[in-house]
């Protein structure tokens, strides 16, 4: 898609409407192969083409909150930090300013602003608001359960997982990764539900549920080679974590951590 003449062709995009377009595909398209900076740049290109025609940004409100969310997401991933909370406090803005007359937008913009609140939070390490914030959207969550689709609540339980951990709450990360690995859905986001069955196996490290372990790590390393997501740093973890449940040494656990790093 990414190659289309009509996406990179110079002369095929000669209004706002359509340079947005594809500008906001080549983003997508870029993050897809891996080029996180390449993506920030098309995804600004579109924000700043919406911004100088607030006429048509009306019109396209959902690509713009988009937009921003993965200016967002990829800032955040390349550590460029400093227009992360100027780009959250435009989306909250957003939520309270604009009112397209589409019943999905509002949901659209709810998830984003949280997801990238949440993502910020973790990033910057402030596990306690992070915990407040996530005991505020699981009561939100509910209220809008009929509204999500089963891909967005999977990418919700993760960073909550996420959020648990670096808490170490690994009770709390124990209950999250459980509702992440129970949805019936899981082929959506197998990147998330691989991740979640290595999380699974660390909290249990974690907790000193060794009897638990072996199993779940064999279950965790069928799982990642059945969907051919068995990659070298992933099941060198899990094969550490395997050594490590067999010794008593608090130092022999260490020094297999240490050959990780």
Not at 22 to 37: I, K, N, P, R, V
Not at 106 to 111: A, K
Request: charged share 25%; glycine share 4%; proline share 2%.
């Amino acid at each position: 898609i990414g190659a289309n003449p009509l996406i990179v062709g110079k002369n095929t995009a000669l209004s706002v409407r359509a340079a947005s377009i594809c500008y906001y595909t080549q983003g997508f398209c870029q993050l897809a192969s891996g080029s996180t900076e390449e993506a920030l740049v098309r995804f600004k290109r579109v924000k700043d083409l919406l911004d100088q025609q607030p006429h048509i940004r009306e019109d396209l409100m959902k690509r713009y909150v988009r937009s921003i969310a993965r200016m967002i997401e990829c800032s955040i991933s390349l550590g460029q930090l400093n227009e992360v909370p100027v780009l959250l406090n435009l989306l909250e803005d957003l939520s309270r300013t604009s009112s397209p007359d589409h019943p999905d937008y509002h949901i659209l913009l709810w998830r984003e602003t949280a997801q990238m609140r949440l993502r910020w939070l973790i990033r910057t390490e402030d596990y306690s608001e992070a915990l407040e914030f996530i005991r505020q959207l699981d009561g939100e969550l509910e209220e809008r359960s009929g509204k999500l689709m089963k891909e967005h609540l999977a990418v919700f339980h993760y960073l909550f997982v996420v959020a648990s951990i670096g808490a170490k709450d690994l009770h709390r990360a124990l209950y999250w990764v459980n509702q992440l690995m129970n949805d019936n859905e899981n082929q959506l986001r197998q990147d998330l539900f691989a991740f979640a069955r290595i999380l699974n196996v660390i909290v249990h490290y974690e907790l000193g549920n060794y009897e638990l372990l072996e199993y779940n790590i064999r279950s965790a390393m069928r799982y990642l080679q059945r969907r051919q997501r068995d990659f070298p740093m992933e099941m060198q973890l899990l094969e550490a974590i395997k050594k490590m449940i067999k010794l008593s040494s608090a130092e022999k656990h260490q020094q297999i951590w240490l050959t990780l790093s």
